[in-house]
């Protein structure tokens, strides 16, 4: 038996975390270890939010141990059309300030990039506008290793989308 599977969500706010762990959740019956948002927010947030360095030595000392311990898969999700995402945010973030949640998760997609370069986990980044959700998680479950009968991930992708 191998070592056990952690998967990390990551990305900047109207990206899809949410909504695609949720849906890998539901497909692989809650097995893999599934976390939203780890070391690349907390490194991306210091700087953006905090003004925090660009040191990533304790980021990769923790990445280093997990990676004693798990098979770890980092899901890097992104949106490249700048529109798209200001909807989306607008979407998520009713009432409040809209333009500095725009601006925040704009600015955050240059961050998250450095940090995709630079992390040793395995890695794939998607980009979420161009691939709808049920796309969006048959890649994962296939960079995972993990199978799912594609009308399951029809339905859930049908479930998480008006969750």
Known sequence: MGRPKLVIFEGGDGTGKTTLFQGIRRLTNYQPLCIERFTGSNWVYDQVRWGRGKDLSRYFQQEKELREIYDVYLILLEVNNTEVLKERIAKKHKGEDLGVAQALAINTREIFAEYAEKTKFSLVSLDTHNFGIEKCL???????????????????AKEVSND
């Open 138 to 156: 048959g890649i994962i479950l296939n960079f995972i290793g993990e199978v799912a009968h594609h009308d399951d991930i029809r339905s859930v």
